[in-house]
């Protein structure tokens, strides 16, 4: 039995509607609608709050080859995504290092490619790190910002 009608027949057994699943999940009507008609899967929170809510065990729920595969392949996507990520991050690091031989004209180097591929880098590191929403607070920025007025003055500055 797929993962859908498992979840379908164990709302109906225990007479809920979708919206009284939703409420108690804390998550739209649709969504509920959308993992009964196999279109999307629940997170494993909400896995867990739906084998305590329909007073099933998790392994019932869970024995779906097609559920299964759904998370090896979201977990194959997000090792691929951490892996951009940290040689985005690496070579950012390379790429601010001949930006600032560059900006000094350090032996006489000079090229305009290094800061074009610094953008590049920086657009494609910005949308593979997984916090991205964390830099909209306030702090974060605040903290990034001492840091690289404290490296760039020579001195590393302590943040509380």
């Not at 009964?36 to 024995?63: A, H, I």
Request: charged fraction near 20%; aromatic fraction near 8%.
């Amino acid at each position: 039995m797929k993962i859908s009608e498992k979840l379908k027949n164990c709302r109906m057994n225990e007479s809920l509607t979708q919206s009284q699943v939703a409420e108690i999940l804390h998550v739209s009507r649709k969504t509920i609608s959308g993992w009964e008609n196999g279109r999307s899967y629940p997170d494993v929170n909400s896995f867990v709050q739906l084998s305590d809510l329909y007073k099933v065990s998790l392994d019932s729920l869970l024995r779906d080859n097609k559920v299964l595969n759904y998370y090896k392949q979201q977990n194959r996507k997000n090792i691929k995504i951490r892996k951009i990520a940290k040689y985005s991050y690496i070579f950012n690091i390379v790429l601010l290092g001949a930006s600032y031989i560059e900006l000094f004209r350090i032996a006489g180097i000079h090229s305009l490619l290094i800061p074009l591929l610094l953008l590049i880098n920086i657009i494609t590191f910005s949308s593979h790190y997984e916090n991205w929403h964390r830099l909209k607070e306030k702090n974060v920025l605040l903290e990034l910002l001492l840091l690289d007025l404290g490296q760039e003055s020579g001195h590393i500055l302590c943040i509380i």
